[in-house]
Structures are given as structure tokens and as C-alpha cells.
């Protein structure tokens, strides 16, 4: 790496292509369009190949080059290539013939895909020299941001809606985070951080970092495309909460053409949303350009937001691609949480759930053919959202340390199959 920002070039807006330095800022004073990293693919391209690739250790960081950092990560080197499994089980189950789960629930540090994001935005948060971090989170990045933020010695903010699971609060407590529970939904604790991102001079992650934080989520596509023996999958589903996620899995598929690492994207890129909280889904099911917000109410917290601020960009990556959203009710969720579990021993947490049941609709509607072959993006561990399953799982069957009554259970079993 010769030059001062590495191999990005600029942020641009996603709206008009102008440009802004590559500061803490993420909208376009023209127009308010988002802004995005532009990168230098042409020498990216010189020393991000295959062979290189490989020869690099097994984390998100073997993609150096499409990440956006001037220097090396400082944040979360181990954040990363997460197993990708072949679920034959669970194909036979939903009826396609080939399956395949990217298993980010087992991410490192704290169980779920956030820790990707994390960690660009905290190694990116270093280099332009904050010292505080902060985050307005529905679960998962405050508990990436609370844990990496600690290990890296920074100070950590975050804001999170008062009635989130005890699992994902506990999780951000622990690791000594200013945690700040808002009396309010998502969207709500977003519009707060905003403001408060205009009064401090903090790096906020999914605020002022956002154009950064973002390009964490392309390395998801980057693994399953690598662990496919590099090529893109047919089908990806993809859980929406803010739309991002599904908006990087389809720019990381398109940079791996770009930097000619596979040969073509012909991914389809499908989204899934709770019923409780679906503006994306309703939207794309009505073949509209633009969400309506709703009013979020799911056991998914992790996806509970009413108005998502990638929506709009969401919308038009399954346009593009031929793909299409499904949603599914909170008893739906549960359902695919247990089938996920028992057919391939993964728990997953509500948005997994979420993924699982969605991909179920869309395989019996035709939208994934039978005949195709699909990845689902598993984002969440299980041991997080204990309270959406409690009360709907079977309980043990308790006796006393005794062999008879053992055996006298065995028999009742039996007796009960016959
Ligand atoms: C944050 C999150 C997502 C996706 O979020 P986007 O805002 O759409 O990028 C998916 N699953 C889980 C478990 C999450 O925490
Ligand atoms: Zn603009």
C-alpha cells in the first residue's frame, strides 16, 4: 500500500457521485443521498488474488483490500470466516436440491455478523483518531461494539430500545459499556443518536461511520463466494433489518467480478423480514420502488425496524437481481428456529429463524426453483434470544437417581410409540 487512504479513493454519493473526503461523514450536502466507499479496483486487482487470498489467515481480513482501512486493522482481527456447511437435511426439508447455511452465529466475538462491521468501524475509528465509540443498536452491534470496543481500549456508548432480550443486554453490560436503554422502538433510539452524533465529537458507528461500518457486511459474500470454490452462489436469502446486510452481499458478489476472482454474479439476492416488522418485504411483495414505514412489532428484534435506511437500495439489488422477499409470523419464526436446530444442529437466533422460514416460502412459491441451489445467511446465535423461544420448547423429563425409574420411563416410551 503506497498511498495515504490505502486503496479507497473517496466517498461518494450513491445519488449524484460526488465526492467527500474520507472523513467521518456519511450524507451528501447536496442531495442527502447516502455516501459509499469508492476503492481503486484496478490496483486492487494487482495484489488481491486467489493464490494471495488463500495464503492469508482465515478471517475477514484476508479481503484487505475491498475493506476500508488507509493501513492494517487494528480492531478484530480474528471477526471472520464463519463455517459455510451443507445443509443436505434441511434441503430435504424444504425441498431444494442443494443447501447451504453461512453460519455467522458462531462470528467471533459475540456471535453474530455484527462483528464484521465492528471491527472496520472500530479499526477505521482508530485511524481517524477517536477515542469513544458509540452505537444506536437493536441487539447485536451493541454487543459487538461493547466487546470490541473494551478489548481495544476505546470508551463505548450504546443506545439500545428498553425492551430488548435480557440475553443481548446482559451482553453489552458485561464488557463495561456505557449502555443507554431508550424508552422507545429502533427507530426512535436512531433519531435520538443522530442528534446526539451532531453534539459529540464521537465516531458512531452506524452514524457519522456508517459509509466504513457498512463494508464489513461485503466479506460475508467474499467467504461464500471463496468457500463455493469461487463462484457466487444461485440464490442467497438474506435477513433485512436496515436493508444493509442485503445491499453488501450483492456489492461484495459484484467486486469479486470486478477484481476477477469469479468469473460472473448471477446471484438472485432474496430478503426476509418478520411479519411484525416487514416495510421491505410488503414493499417488494407490491412490486413498489419505496417502503411504507411500519410500526415494528416481532419476537425479531434484531430486525425490528420500521423504517429501514437501506430500504430503498434493498428494494432495488432484488429488482436487479430477480430476487424477492418473504415474511413470516412470529410462530413461523419459532418453527424454523427448531428445524434449523434438529435438522442441522445450528441455533440460531430470531433472525435466523427469520431466514430459514422465509427461504421455506420462497422455495414452495418457485421463486428459489427446487432444482437450484441456495446459500441462507444465518446472522445470530440462539443463546442471545432465549426469551423468544421460552415457554415453546418441550421440557425435561425429570426422575430421581434411580435406575428403575429409568427403565419404567423407557417403557412408558415404548409403550406410548406402540
Ligand atoms: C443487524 C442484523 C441483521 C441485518 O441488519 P441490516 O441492518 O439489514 O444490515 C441481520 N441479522 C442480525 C442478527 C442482525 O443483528
Ligand atoms: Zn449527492
Redesign the pocket.
Known amino acids: 500500500m503506497s498511498e495515504k487512504h490505502g486503496y479507497m479513493k473517496a466517498l461518494r454519493c450513491r445519488e449524484c457521485g460526488r465526492e467527500y473526503p474520507l472523513e467521518a461523514t456519511h450524507v451528501c450536502e447536496f442531495d442527502f443521498g447516502p455516501l459509499e466507499v469508492a476503492y481503486d479496483y484496478e490496483r486492487i486487482k494487482k495484489s488481491l488474488t486467489a493464490e494471495a487470498v488463500t495464503a492469508r489467515p482465515r478471517s475477514m481480513w484476508r479481503y484487505r483490500e475491498l475493506l476500508p482501512l488507509a493501513g492494517e486493522p487494528t480492531v478484530g482481527l480474528q471477526a471472520g470466516f464463519t463455517p459455510l456447511v451443507k445443509a443436505d437435511r434441511l434441503a430435504k426439508k424444504l425441498g431444494i436440491r442443494e443447501l447451504w447455511i453461512k453460519n455467522d452465529a458462531v462470528n467471533y466475538p459475540t456471535l453474530?455478523?455484527?462483528d464484521r462491521v465492528v471491527s472496520v468501524a472500530l479499526s477505521r475509528s482508530k485511524e481517524l483518531g477517536f477515542d469513544t465509540v458509540a452505537c444506536a443498536s437493536?441487539?447485536?452491534?451493541a454487543n459487538s461494539v461493547a466487546a470490541q470496543a473494551a478489548s481495544a481500549g476505546l470508551k463505548a456508548y450504546v443506545f439500545i430500545p428498553n425492551d430488548l432480550e435480557h440475553g443481548k443486554i446482559v451482553n453489552s453490560l458485561i464488557y463495561g459499556a456505557n449502555v443507554i436503554g431508550i424508552k422507545g422502538h429502533y427507530d426512535e433510539v436512531n433519531r435520538l443518536c443522530a442528534e446526539i452524533a451532531g453534539k459529540f465529537a464521537w465516531a458512531f458507528v452506524n452514524v457519522n461511520m456508517r459509509p466504513y461500518y457498512a463494508e464489513g457486511?461485503k466479506s460475508m459474500a467474499f467467504e461464500i463466494a471463496e468457500q463455493l470454490g469461487w463462484q457466487a452462489p444461485q440464490h442467497t436469502v438474506v435477513?433485512?433489518?436496515?436493508?444493509?446486510?442485503?445491499t453488501?452481499i450483492h456489492k461484495g458478489y459484484q467486486e469479486l467480478v470486478k477484481t476477477g476472482l469469479i468469473a460472473r454474479d448471477g446471484a438472485k439476492i432474496h430478503g426476509a423480514q418478520a411479519s411484525g416488522c416487514a416495510p421491505i418485504s410488503a414493499a417488494q411483495k407490491a412490486g413498489l420502488d419505496f417502503f411504507k414505514p411500519v410500526k415494528p412489532d416481532t419476537i425479531a428484534k434484531?430486525?425490528a425496524?420500521g423504517t429501514?435506511a437501506?430500504g430503498f437500495y434493498a428494494l432495488k439489488v432484488m429488482r436487479e437481481t430477480g430476487g424477492a422477499a418473504e415474511d413470516i409470523t412470529d410462530a413461523e419464526i419459532r418453527e424454523a428456529i427448531q428445524l434449523l436446530a434438529e435438522t442441522e444442529g445450528i441455533f440460531a437466533?430470531t433472525?435466523?429463524g427469520v431466514t430459514v422460514g422465509a427461504a421455506k416460502k420462497l422455495i414452495a412459491s418457485g421463486k428459489i426453483p427446487a432444482n437450484e441451489s441456495a446459500v441462507l445467511c444465518i446472522?445470530?446465535n440462539g443463546l442471545k434470544t432465549l426469551d423468544a423461544i421460552q415457554g415453546h420448547v418441550r421440557k425435561p423429563r425429570e426422575i430421581r437417581p434411580s435406575l428403575r425409574e429409568f427403565e419404567a420411563l423407557v417403557a412408558q416410551e415404548e409403550k406410548a410409540k406402540a
Open positions: 453474530s455478523f455484527k437493536t441487539g447485536n452491534l457486511s435477513p433485512m433489518a436496515s436493508g444493509s446486510l442485503l453488501k434484531s430486525l425496524i429501514p437501506d437466533e433472525a435466523g446472522t445470530g
